[in-house]
């Protein structure tokens, strides 16, 4: 499985990005798929995933403005960010998961890192 990450940039706070991630190789082994970040001298946390069946989960800090989402017909995985705030600013990783979980933890594939950076 490869995965493919795009959309990162800068944005002023207060507005928005969508990041894609998009899936080949042996897609139909795939479970959960979803979004960490990783803010400079900080560890790597949970944003957001999304099962097959479309049950989806959230870090606290970004319920309510961020909403994943998935396109099995494109085997990809949106992850649409409002209201973004400088705290926000982080390199944000597509992740994917073989087996399913209610949590999207414990990833068995990475995509490259895509930077956000929310700054005015």
């Known amino acids: 499985v490869q995965l493919q990450a795009s959309g990162g940039g800068q944005v002023q706070p207060g507005g928005s990005l969508r990041l894609s991630c998009a899936a080949s190789g042996n897609i139909f082994s795939i479970n959960n798929m979803g979004w960490y970040r990783q803010a400079p001298g900080k560890q790597r946390e949970l944003v957001a995933g999304?099962?097959?069946?479309?049950?989806?989960n959230y870090a606290d800090s970004v319920k309510g403005r961020f909403t994943i989402s998935r396109d099995f017909a494109k085997n990809t995985v949106y992850l649409q960010m409002n209201s973004l705030q400088p705290e926000d600013t982080a390199v944000y990783y597509c992740?994917?998961?073989?087996?399913?979980?209610?949590?999207?933890?414990?990833?068995?594939?990475w995509g490259q890192g895509t930077q956000v950076t929310v700054s005015s």
């Open positions: 999304i099962t097959n069946d479309g049950s989806t």
């Open positions: 992740a994917a998961r073989l087996t399913a979980a209610t949590i999207f933890t414990k990833p068995d594939y």
